[in-house]
T-cell receptor, first 115, second 111 residues
């Protein structure tokens, strides 16, 4: 089946610093990748939709200047949390959609803790 | 809106059958997905329905009624490892499956 990886799996950073999270589709080309955030005991909330070679589309309430998304190739999208604050601590999950598939395949997630 | 409603918690006995219901708003509908999520892990894909009816896949089956905006996930022969959250997700958009998730149903399987 389709495999999506995320790196790092967990990260602890200090308030005010920036953190980059990578999402890779390992055995298929992903024209579209989605970034989600999940707080404890909450559902996944879509942050943005990323299409290869174009600007990401952000959901209402998500600051595009704070959460920078780059989808430079068909196998890699990155999410950079800039000037992180403790309230940004969350589980960040990406999903990738293949060129012909109907299912979104999720990465294993990245747990971010901002101190 | 795309409100997706599913029960918050359910408990069932090992070996039994459980049905997890999900209702959603029908406008712009483009497929209904079910995912399983264990605590601290990412969701894993279980099923996808775009046409009315029942899709069976081993111990798991999923049903869809588009006119009613209703789906259910049926789990048979429950095992302890089935204890997890089950997320109902509604697809929308043309071409790309942008998913909106319900809050999930936490299923506890007891001996």
């Amino acid at each position: 089946g389709a495999v999506v990886s995320q790196h790092p799996s967990w990260v602890i950073c200090k308030s005010g610093t920036s953190v980059k999270i990578e999402c890779r589709s390992l055995d298929f080309q992903a024209t579209t990748m989605f970034w989600y955030r999940q707080f404890p005991k909450q559902s996944l909330m879509l942050m943005a939709t990323s299409n290869e070679g174009s600007k990401a589309t952000y959901e209402q309430g998500v600051e595009k200047d704070k959460f920078l998304i780059n989808h430079a190739s068909l196998t890699l999208s990155t999410l950079t949390v800039t000037s992180a604050h403790p309230e940004d601590s969350s589980f960040y999950i990406c999903s990738a959609q293949g060129t012909s598939g109907r299912a979104n395949y999720f990465g294993p997630g990245t747990r971010l803790t901002v101190t | 809106g795309q409100n997706i409603d599913q029960p918050t918690e359910m408990t069932a006995t090992e070996g039994a059958i459980v049905q997890i219901n999900c209702t959603y708003q029908t406008s712009g509908f483009n497929g209904l997905f079910w995912y399983q999520q264990h605590a601290g892990e990412a969701p894993t894909f279980l099923s996808y329905n775009v046409l009315d009816g029942l899709e069976e896949k081993g111990r798991f089956s999923s049903f869809l009624s588009r006119s009613k905006g209703y789906s259910y996930l049926l789990l048979k022969e429950l095992q302890m490892k089935d204890s997890a959250s089950y997320l109902c997700a509604r697809g929308s958009g043309a071409g790309s499956y942008q998913l909106t998730f319900g809050k999930g149903t936490k299923l506890s399987v007891i001996p």
